[in-house]
């Protein structure tokens, strides 16, 4: 089992940053890659960034160039470094881990973003 926690999120101007923090314990030695996604009221889950044990990364168009997701392993720790946002990264972001056989998710952190 493994349980992840999120942090950073809150109210942020258009052009400004924010840093998210995933902190991931129990079975963190069964995680393949964890990822950030978030969700837009009305909206589906869509994936944002993720991250593999060695450092492979993947972004959404949206925000390619803008988020850079890093990990720290000493840590057990994913971050996702958000510059110069939009009114439409507006959502509740979660984390995820993925394991050979199994999902989890973090409870999400709100992300507002004003114009």
């Known amino acids: 089992q493994v349980r992840l926690v999120e942090s950073g999120g809150g109210l942020a101007q258009a052009g400004g940053s924010l840093r998210l923090s995933c902190g991931a314990s129990?079975?963190?030695?069964?995680?393949?890659?964890m990822g950030w996604y978030r969700q837009a009221p009305g909206m589906q889950r869509e994936l944002v960034a993720s991250?593999?044990?060695?450092?492979?990364?993947n972004y959404s168009d949206s925000v390619q160039g803008r988020f850079t997701i890093s990990r720290d392993n000493a840590k057990n720790t994913v971050y996702l470094q958000m510059n110069n946002l939009k009114p439409e990264d507006t959502g509740v972001y979660y984390c995820?881990?993925?394991?050979?056989?199994?999902?989890?998710w973090g409870q999400g952190t709100q992300v507002t973003v004003s114009s």
């Open positions: 995820k881990a993925r394991s050979r056989f199994n999902e989890y």
């Open positions: 991250i593999t044990k060695s450092g492979i990364t």
């Open positions: 129990g079975s963190i030695f069964s995680i393949d890659a």
